[in-house]
Every structure is written in C-alpha cells, then in structure tokens.
C-alpha cells in the first residue's frame, strides 16, 4: 500500500478507539496506561537501555581520561545547536517544501536534503581543520572545501532528478 493510498483511507477506527479489544487502540479512559501494552514491546527498549548504562558506566568509569566538565559542555552544546538551529531549520525547510514543490517531488527533497546535511555536518571538523599544523601537509591533503561542495551538489542533483522523476510519473497517471 502507498503513503497515497494510506492517506485517502481516512480515520481509522482503531485511532478513535472505535474497534473494542484492540490491544493497539488507545483507551481514552486510562491514557496514561493504555500505551504500556503489550508487553513484548518493553523488549525494544531494553537494548538501549542497556547501550546507555555502558556508555554511562564507561564515561564515569574512564577516570581523569575524559574530563567530565568538558564533556558536559559539549554534551549540552550540542543539544542546544541541535534544538535552536538544526531543528528550525529543518521545519522552515519543511514548511517552504510543501508549500513549494509537488507532492510526488518531496520525499527526494527530504533525503536530498537530509543527506547533503549529515555530510555536512561529518565533514565539518575537517573542514574547520582543528589540530592542522603548517609543518605536517599530509593532515588534511585534500580540498576538503571544495570537495564537500562537489558532493552535496551531486546528492543535491540527483534528488532534483528523483524529485522530478517522480512528479512527471505521478502526473502521466492521473
């Protein structure tokens, strides 16, 4: 089933806790619990759960190894790019995207745009170049500017070609 044909459904009985016995359909009258069941979804949780208390255990453990104080910075730092900058970026790029392009073409804006950010976004400590030393050329050999530029206008071009691939198709079918 396409996303198209999910969305011309309508509401779902389940949602309006229409259908009695769905163990999936919120129960309006115990909401706070309704969510808890069933059980083997607990089993999802636990690997994370467990990754964060070793990471915890590791971080705590490491001693005078990581500074605790300049991991706290950079830990709540990043918190704060990710929810004043990164996110409103994302929604207004959202927002002007459905306002914008067809249907059809969104979802290759949305991994174009997704991709070309996370690359960004790893390339970034090599691009500012902490650590670079004039007397050891082979640091960063590369043009890392430049070439970070190539690549996001490639996966940039061909979400262009997606996106319009995918309008074209859309309208020869209807």
């Known amino acids: 089933m396409s996303l198209a044909d999910e969305s011309a459904r309508g509401l779902d009985d389940r949602a309006a806790g229409l259908v009695p016995g769905d163990p999936y359909a919120s129960d309006p009258a115990r909401p706070a619990t309704s969510a808890r069941g069933p059980w083997w979804r607990w089993l ?12 915890a255990y590791g971080l705590l453990g490491a001693g005078d190894r990581v500074p605790l104080s300049a991991w706290g910075t950079w830990f709540v730092g ?3 790019l990710h929810d004043l900058l990164i996110a409103p ?3 207004g790029l959202g927002w002007l995207a459905a306002r914008l392009l067809p249907r059809p073409a969104r979802p290759a804006a949305v991994v174009g745009v997704a ?3 996370v690359l960004t976004l790893v ?7 902490p ?5 050891n050329p082979s640091f960063l050999p590369h043009e890392i500017g430049r070439n970070l530029v190539l ?11 997606w996106g319009t691939v995918a309008t074209v198709r859309a309208r020869r079918a209807a």
């Open 89 to 91: 970026v994302w929604i």
């Open 131 to 135: 650590g670079a030393s004039a007397g």
């Open 115 to 117: 991709v070309a950010g």
């Open 151 to 161: 690549i996001d206008v490639a996966v940039l071009a061909a979400a262009a070609v």
């Open 44 to 55: 999802f949780v636990l690997p994370g759960l467990l990754a964060v208390g070793y990471g």
């Open 78 to 80: 990043s918190a704060l």
């Open 123 to 129: 390339a970034l400590p090599f691009l500012l170049g």
